[in-house]
């Protein structure tokens, strides 16, 4: 017996490019896009046609993974989940947001120990 997958085959077209543009410009990884119901594909296929179409994967994204506790995750996650954000561009929100108020990052590091 053998198990028969279906591989689903669409084309590239200009609003999937466009989606997989935008998503890579949000900080999403690889796979998070191949879910994407309207990319709908796999991960190393989204590596290559990001590479075809001339798109990279922000090194900035990268650079922001942070090893937070689960609990933390889950709050960042949320948050980021409630403004439609990756908790990667959430966090670079909210630290840009504080390194703009010297006060304010003051009172964050003063109130935090």
Do not use: C
Request: aromatic letters at 6%.
């Amino acid at each position: 017996m053998t198990i028969q997958t279906e591989i689903r085959k669409a084309r590239w077209t200009g609003e999937r490019i466009a989606r997989l543009g935008f998503l890579l410009g949000m900080g999403w990884d690889a796979r998070r896009i191949a879910e994407d119901p309207l990319i709908a594909s796999t991960p190393n296929n989204v590596h290559r046609q990001a590479q075809r179409f001339g798109l990279a994967f922000r090194a900035a994204a990268a650079a922001l993974a942070l090893r937070l506790p689960p609990e933390a995750t889950q709050l960042y996650d949320a948050a980021a989940t409630k403004r439609s954000l990756t908790r990667e561009a959430m966090i670079r929100l909210l630290l840009l947001v504080v390194a703009a108020d010297p006060a304010l990052l003051d009172n964050i590091l003063d109130d935090g120990f």
